[in-house]
């Protein structure tokens, strides 16, 4: 293959001539050229992980869409709609398109490095390891085990795994760039040395946790602290897992593609530094109208109408670099994926700061607006990138041709209409649900005051969503045969050509070739002359020492002064700890996954206060290991739904949703009238609580006599109503003591008390 | 004996955001200028390359593999 040709007219478009390779004279100096060949068979391996993930993840997500359009496709209590949904974005996320970016940046980084990954090992590690934390988290999830934070659901001994894991291949991928035999680091490394330091440090600080059993484990953050982290974590795992490692793709294949070097290096690197900048201050967008502070709340909206402008750059520097190659756009299906992706791309980096904007938000958060969102930025920049990235590879890799580029167009078309489809119809649901829940008649009272009247509404585009995605899931099927079909034309042995190419000295010399400049005589000249970045990116411990820092000041410097500054969450004296049985009766509410469809947290909104009761204060959930205040309402905020109903209400209504609510779309829990709740283990539970802070005073030597005390006293009152007998030591009763509890502290008029 | 958070409560550090945000403008103003200093072009235009460079040397080449006794599924 030969060097393409620019056509740009542009003086600095100039046709770039390479240095010249210089080979060694026999019997003279020369430099020395080392022998190496790149490691390809991680790359396949990675790539086919992709594809059978990816499968399995959209398929879960077809099922889940289809079990908010009719309730009866929730089967059992392991498949249900609370269960599943976290399973659908934790495969989606970390399975499907945490693979994807294994794949190409393996593939890029042992040719834009010119050498070999570091260890063979490691890689084989880091696959097969990876591989097994997606196989336990497939297999937790239904079962209940749940952290009940989103995309970080996964418990303790699995988040241990994954930072093993991930430690290696960031030892495996910074070795590989200590080794590497190109002196300087194109900015697609930088954006993966990016996303290594930042996910490794996100994970890290969003799970630390007290475990409470081989399978359950409690934050050791508490209500406002723990949506904050939360959220700093939520928002970053998708910039630095889904953006800033697809953004390095990106300008890695991209310009591979189109034959062209991206249209501005200069962009791309005001583009990364930006990124990283700014991204990191954005969590509390998510958090608007909460309990959280309203400074922080304003700092994340800021930062994130901030970020527009270079996640545009971006975008525009992708684009550009087809300039002179649109009319390849026609023929090649991958350059097609591509030119989608990156527009789903810039898409969704404009709708976000949309949303980050606080009116905006009042009206799009708990509905599906943000589903839209964030579907249009995964079905569109994730998927897009990735399937032209392996429509790309697969030749390269099976060292065959495609099998059939005919299918790789009708993949590129179904999957368009698939995602035209999802996302009109779910854009519809979100602004129709958002609008119903504020809306008041005439007469100043709620217009449709039956949370039920809202989703009814819906169904007809619940149902038009299911139809997109299946229509995505089939071009995946297409895909797959693409896959399939090529793999097995491979031919019989793989070639590995030998690569050579010159070690590094160890000390850096500037040559003409790279561009060095006459050494400037003042400080200020050196500076401009960007001596100071060129010598980041020949040290990239220090330059990643300089991302990490870049991250972690300004995580610190918007989250430590809720952590330390009291005046940040006023405390509320009548708020008390959960009782054993309570905690006992949450538990079961986490591991069902209740918070994925209920929120618990009144904004200060008329709409809300008139529908829900009295708006949230930070004080009422400082003894909250996890917050549970939710991001979306496919039912109602529960917030203040202790007392609102008899004991038996909720005993009829976990029965059969239906027999309460006719058109209710909530999954029915028969199995908690008949499953033993663990009364021995609530003591353990109790114990961590008190060593996160909790007063728990007399339960921590006798939490299972109070919680059979309080069951028994609850089972009672049920079979008093005209319940079933003999509930006193199955879940259900736990749970009802739990949902009875809810918003109670708070109900009489309380003075919070501050200290500024 | 107080807390940490005692500490830092009493502390009146709120003027500190103000400056964070000095500093990195700062340092973000400064990268900004840097990099659209009129110097560094052929450096620029060597690293837009390197994608395209390593690949003149690493590519398999395709094989036709039509034949189906060069396969090996």
Redesign the interface.
Known sequence: MTLPEPTSTRPEHARYEPPPVTQPKAGGPGPLLDSFSYDDDIVRKFLIATFVWGLVGMLVGLVVALQLANPAFNIGPWFSFGRLRPLHTNAVIFAFAGNAFFTGAYYSTQRLLKARMFSDRLSRFHFWGWQAIIVAAAITLPLGFTQAKEYAELEWPIDIAIAVVWVAFAVNFFGTIARRRERHLYVAIWFYIASIITVAILHIFNNLSIPAGAFKSYSIYAGVQDAFMQWWYGHNAVAFFLTTPFLGLMYYFLPKAAERPVFSYKLSILHFWTIVFMYIWAGPHHLHYTALPEWASTLGMLFSVMLWMPSWGGMVNGLLTLRGAWHKVVEEPVLKFFVVAVTAYGMATFEGPMLSIKSVNGLAHYTDWIIAHVHTGALGWNGFLTFGMIYWLLPRLFQTQLYSKKLAEMHFWVASFGILLYVVAIYSAGVTQGLMWRAFDETGRLAYPDFVETVMKLMPMYWMRAVGGSLYLVGMVLFGYNILMTWRRRPATYDEPVIQAPRLAPEYVATADHGAPVPASSAWGRFVAMDWHRAWERLPVTFSVLTAVAVIVASLFEILPTFLIRSNVPTIASVKPYTPLELAGRDVYIAEGCFNCHSQMIRPFRHETERYGEYSKPGEFVYDHPFLWGSRRIGPDLAREGGKYPNLWHVRHMEDPRAITQKSIMPAYPSLMNTPLDFAGIQRRVDVMAMLGVPYGDAVNRAPQMAHAQADSIARAIEGEGGPKGLQDKQIVALVAYLQRLGRDVKAPQVARSTP | MKS???V??GAG?SG??EI?LVI?LI??I????????P???????????????????????????DDPS????
């Open positions: 940490l958070t005692d830092v409560s550090l500190y955001a964070a990195f340092a973000f400064g990268i900004v200028i840097s990099l659209f200093a110097s560094k072009r052929q450096t620029y235009e060597r690293m837009r390359h390197l994608p395209i460079d390593a690949e003149s040397a690493d590519l398999p080449p395709y094989r036709d593999t060069l396969r090996r599924g």
